[in-house]
C-alpha cells in the first residue's frame, strides 16, 4: 500500500498504470471477461467434488445447490466488475479519461501488405520499432502522426497512443502483427 501512495501522484506512474490496466482489462487481457470466466469455472469444476463430499459428510445444511447459485452469483459479478474497477480508476486519477486507438485488426496473423488502419477521436502517434510514441518524463511525441492507413510488409508490434490538443495522452494500444510466410516455390 505505502509504495503506491507515495507513486500515485507521478503522472508518469499513472499512466504507466493505466498502460496496464489497459492490457489486461481489455483484449482478451488476463482481467477480462472472456479471460476470467472460463478460468473461475476451471477452479470451479475442480473444488465442486469438495463441496458435494464436504456437505454430505458433515451435514452442515449447505447443499450442492447453494454452492451453485454461489458461483453463478460470482460469474455474474464478475461480468460487471472489470468497468466498476475502471471506472474506480478514472475517478482516482489512475486511467485517462480518453479511450486509445482501435486497430481495424487486433495483431495476429496477417498476409504481407496489410493496411492497417487506427481510430480515434483525438490525435494518434504511433511507432513500428516497439518504442513507445510519447516521450517518458516529457510527454513529447516520439512517434509518427497517423493521417491514413499504411501497409504493414513486415512482422512488427504496432504500439499507439491517442492524444488530446491539450497534451493528456492515452493508455498504449499496442498489438502484435505477424506476416505470414510466402508459399514455397516448387
Known sequence: GVPYFRMAPNAE???RYADHVYRHF???????????????IELANIVEPAIMAESA??????????????????INQIK????????????????PE???PVFSQ????????????????????YTLNNS?????????PLGSLYSAAFPL???????????????????????LFVVTPAAALR
Open 57 to 74: 459428510r458433515w451435514g452442515n445444511g449447505h447443499t450442492l445447490a447453494q454452492w451453485q447459485a454461489q458461483r453463478d452469483s460470482f
Open 13 to 15: 506512474f499513472r499512466l
Open 26 to 40: 481489455f483484449n482478451g487481457g488476463a482481467l477480462s471477461t472472456n479471460q476470467m470466466i472460463p478460468r473461475f
Open 132 to 140: 513507445d510514441p510519447r516521450e517518458f518524463g516529457s510527454g513529447n
Open 153 to 175: 510488409t513486415y512482422s512488427v508490434i504496432v504500439k499507439s497512443r491517442a492524444r488530446t490538443t491539450n497534451g493528456v495522452w492515452s493508455a498504449l494500444n499496442e498489438a
Open 106 to 125: 487486433r495483431g495476429g496473423i496477417i498476409t504481407n501488405g496489410f493496411v492497417l488502419s487506427m481510430t480515434s477521436g483525438e490525435e494518434v502517434y
Open 98 to 100: 480518453i479511450d486509445p
Open 80 to 95: 460487471t466488475r472489470s468497468d466498476q474497477v475502471l471506472q474506480q480508476c478514472k475517478n482516482h486519477g489512475m486511467y
